[in-house]
T-cell receptor, first 113, second 113 residues
Framework: DSGVTQTPKHLITATGQRVTLRCSPR?????VYWYQQSLDQGLQFLIQYYNGEERAKGNILERFSAQQFPDLHSELNLSSLELGDSALYFC????????????FGSGTRLTVV | KNQVEQSPQSLIILEGKNCTLQCNYTVSPFSNLRWYKQDTGRGPVSLTIMTFSENTKSNGRYTATLDADTKQSSLHITASQLSDSASYIC????????????WGLGTSLAVNP
């Protein structure tokens, strides 16, 4: 157990729907990062939050949004889902904002049908 | 363009044998280089992290080397075990704005009995 908790582990939904993925960082970690990994693709950085504020943005679609709450857990919202959004979504956390040596959760597998 | 390229794309070895995975990068300015192990369907787990001044770092049977002049790194696995079967990902940290991480696509290693 890495200490980073992601729920749900699996999610199956239809095109056009909206889903919310949840991440609880390791105790003491202030930064949360979201990544997308499509089949046979490398990890794509989506977005980073540090202590409740957006810190960095990567290749995140406008249909996707995220936030980090005062208790430091984070949610990634995916809307108007398309078949191509099917992927593993990973959350990682670190103590500082500079993303040095962070820890990944076990991921949420999203299948859009 | 900041890129990380790994070779080979996949590798099959027999249990007990050694192997070496390669990583070439063009990321500049360079901050750090990390190797991650990712089991199928799981989050990546950090193996080693090296900064500019470090040219080798070990973690058990895993030894990473870094040549910052030629912008090359290798990951050597000694006395492979079946549990080493995984994807090994090279990640280079950009020292610029937001300390962005550039992810390689990974080398898929299969260790057969």
């Amino acid at each position: 157990d890495s200490g980073v908790t992601q729920t749900p582990k699996h999610l199956i939904t239809a095109t056009g729907q909206r889903v919310t993925l949840r991440c609880s960082p390791r105790s003491g970690d202030l930064s949360v990062y979201w990544y997308q990994q499509s089949l046979d693709q490398g990890l794509q950085f989506l977005i980073q939050y540090y202590n409740g504020e957006e810190r960095a943005k990567g290749n995140i679609l406008e249909r996707f949004s995220a936030q980090q709450f005062p208790d430091l857990h984070s949610e990634l919202n995916l809307s108007s889902l398309e078949l191509g959004d099917s992927a593993l979504y990973f959350c990682a956390s670190s103590v500082e904002a500079a993303n040095y040596g962070y820890t990944f959760g076990s991921g949420t597998r999203l299948t859009v049908v | 363009k900041n890129q990380v390229e790994q070779s080979p794309q996949s590798l099959i070895i027999l249990e007990g044998k050694n192997c070496t995975l390669q990583c070439n990068y063009t990321v500049s300015p360079f901050s750090n280089l990390r190797w991650y192990k990712q089991d199928t369907g799981r989050g990546p787990v950090s193996l080693t992290i090296m900064t500019f001044s470090e040219n080798t770092k070990s973690n058990g049977r895993y030894t990473a080397t870094l040549d910052a002049d030629t912008k090359q790194s290798s990951l050597h696995i000694t006395a492979s075990q079946l549990s080493d079967s995984a994807s090994y990902i090279c990640v280079v940290g950009h020292a610029g704005n937001n300390r962005k991480l550039i992810w390689g696509l990974g080398t898929s290693l299969a260790v057969n009995p």
